[in-house]
Structures are given as structure tokens and as C-alpha cells.
């Protein structure tokens, strides 16, 4: 059975930081690509982050370069997202994401909370 289980979300003021995690099982994670997506109320999904099956290669919203940082552990089957720097406009539900790059196939975790406010 695949799972994403994010964790790591809550409340924080503006400026400060989060670490978001993302344990996944049941696929071969290491042959996936991992990415965050979120979604503020009334807004589309939108990329935030992604990471390469070996990490040798991120990319980033540009609303997040610089504050954000996406990593990964292959041997913990889990993706990291860092955020720092945080503002409101930050907040969302941030969602997990893997990505088979050969064939397209995509599995979604539930969603983690994120609120940034004074």
C-alpha cells in the first residue's frame, strides 16, 4: 500500500521557519522524484519545490528561492522541505508528492497545515 505522510506543519509569525517532512512506503522511493505542491484557499495548486531520484538537482517556485530548501534521505524514505523566512503569503496546505520519471506514475500524500501569522 503507498503512502505520503507529511508532517511538520502548524502556526508560526512571520519570519520564522518550519521543517516539513514526508515518510513514504510502499513504492520504490528512491526511483522516484519527490516534489511539495500547496494550495491556499480560493488558489490553485502550485510547485514549490522538487527534488531528482538522487538529489543531485532541486528546483524552486521562484516565490521561495532563497527561503526554501528541498532535500531528501533515500535511506529514510523521506523528503524534507525547510522554509524559512516565512510570511503569510506562505500559507497553504503543503502536500507531498512522488514521481516515477520514466512512466508518469504520481502518488499524493494528505496535506499538512501551514498558517503564518502574528
Known amino acids: 500500500q503507498v503512502q505520503l505522510v507529511e508532517s511538520g506543519g502548524g502556526l508560526v509569525q512571520p519570519g520564522g521557519s518550519l521543517r516539513l517532512s514526508c515518510a513514504a512506503s510502499g513504492f520504490p522511493f528512491s526511483s522516484y522524484a519527490m516534489s511539495w505542491y500547496r494550495q491556499a484557499p480560493g488558489k490553485e495548486r502550485e510547485l514549490v519545490a522538487a527534488?531528482?531520484?538522487?538529489?543531485?538537482?532541486?528546483n524552486y517556485a521562484d516565490s521561495v528561492k532563497g527561503r526554501f530548501t528541498i532535500s531528501r534521505d533515500n535511506a529514510k524514505n523521506t523528503v524534507y522541505l525547510q522554509m524559512d523566512s516565512l510570511k503569510p503569503e506562505d500559507a497553504a496546505v503543503y502536500y507531498c508528492?512522488?514521481?516515477?520519471?520514466?512512466?508518469?506514475?504520481?502518488?499524493w500524500g494528505q496535506g499538512t497545515q501551514v498558517t503564518v501569522s502574528s
Open positions: 527534488i531528482t531520484t538522487t538529489g543531485s538537482t532541486t
Open positions: 508528492n512522488a514521481r516515477h520519471p520514466a512512466i508518469g506514475r504520481r502518488y
